[in-house]
């Protein structure tokens, strides 16, 4: 039998077939990042982790009460000042001339005042022999209480003066670190403009935002864990010192204070942290879980069921669960987990069975 020519659609198709067999597999996808929960046994605290940074108790900014020209700035960043060390020095020149001035106007005033009661000594004494007229005697009168008026204002001028002399040397109010040097020598400041910032407060505290989740159960005087990066390996305890009513600007957190048990020499301001607090995980000895970590369809509420692979990747298993009551703390699991289990956080409608993921961070 003769053999038919291959026609040019048969053609193209072999070509194509060859084409696909030579190229090479699309790219595999990377896995999407979940969030990890560890999903602890009833009676078990739960412990949640918020980062946050060191902040001393109070930050002042170290300013003048006079304008004047630098003369002299004795400070550098990371200085530790007593109370009374010098942190400054304007140019005094133009205060003692002022202070001098004063000084020679209050002489001469007391000077005017000796005579005018001298004067109205004198004049009482002619008054009494009928020398001089009770019109006399007034005018001395008014004359001497006018040059002691006088003098107390000038005195008063004079105390002024020499205060803004004292206040030409910015002195430490107590000791304190500095974190910042605004000016330099030579430079004009005005009256409560910075030249330095420091920070002071026998205990540091450490500023954390919350989410919404779980502000609730949190109290002040609470007793939580801080860790920091500065010291690997320690744990501080500290307490809970406020608690913002308010969520932060830009998303529904909020802002909460611990305080340091004890000051430590080896923390600064701005170094990172780490505080723990613990959650009872479940009241009537049931499992809480996160709100957000609880999918629902027409089958019914799930989580989704991580189990641990290679390179910080993880397997997504679909577990259906049956729901209780939203707490405070989340919402119960009355059955299809048992404890112990790691489960996919925020995210759920991205999230299939089966799926490959990556763990972006866990709470284990």
């Excluded at 974190?179 to 500023?207: C, F, H, L, M």
């Excluded at 002040?220 to 308010?246: Q, Y």
């Excluded at 004890?262 to 170094?271: N, V, Y």
């Excluded at 970590?293 to 027409?298: L, S």
């Amino acid at each position: 039998m003769p053999i038919r020519p291959m026609t040019l659609s048969t053609l193209l198709l072999v070509v194509l077939a060859s084409a696909c067999t030579d190229a090479p597999p699309p790219p595999e996808r990377p896995a999407r990042p979940v969030e990890a929960i560890l999903v602890s046994e009833p009676g078990v605290d739960r412990v949640r982790t918020f980062s946050g940074t060191v902040e001393a108790n109070t930050t002042v900014e170290l300013s003048f009460r006079v304008s004047g020209q630098l003369d002299k700035v004795n400070v550098d960043v990371g200085d530790i000042l007593e109370k009374g060390d010098t942190v400054a020095v304007l140019d005094r020149t133009d205060f003692e001339l002022k202070t001098r001035e004063a000084q020679a106007s209050l002489t001469q005033a007391k000077a005017e005042e000796r005579n005018a009661r001298a004067n109205y000594t004198r004049m009482s004494d002619l008054y009494e022999e009928q020398s001089v007229s009770l019109t006399d005697l007034d005018a001395a009168r008014a004359q001497a209480e006018s040059r002691k008026a006088t003098v107390r204002s000038l005195e008063q001028g004079l105390a002024l003066a020499k205060q803004q002399l004292g206040y030409t040397t910015l002195l430490a109010p107590q000791h304190m670190a500095v974190t910042q040097v605004i000016r330099s020598d030579n430079e004009n400041v005005k009256s409560g403009d910075p030249v330095a910032i420091a920070v002071y407060g026998e205990r540091p505290e450490v500023k954390i935002v919350v989410p919404e989740s779980l502000i609730s159960p949190i109290r002040r005087e609470d007793r939580v864990e801080v860790r920091f990066d500065a010291i690997p390996g320690e744990v501080v305890g500290a307490e809970v010192t406020e608690v913002g009513v308010a969520a932060t600007q830009g998303g529904a957190t909020y802002p909460v204070t611990v305080r340091l048990d004890d000051r430590d020499s080896r923390l600064r301001a701005g170094m990172a942290a780490k505080v723990d607090f613990r959650f009872s995980t479940g009241s009537n000895g049931r499992l809480v879980v996160p709100a957000y970590a609880v999918g629902h369809d027409r089958e019914g509420h799930f989580v989704y069921v991580l189990e641990s692979g290679e390179d910080g990747t993880a397997t997504t298993s679909r577990v259906g669960v049956t729901i209780g009551e939203l707490t405070a703390n989340g919402i119960e699991i009355i059955s299809g987990l048992s404890g112990g289990e790691i489960i996919a956080g925020a995210g759920l409608p991205r999230i299939r069975g089966g799926m490959k993921v990556r763990v972006l961070r866990t709470d284990l």
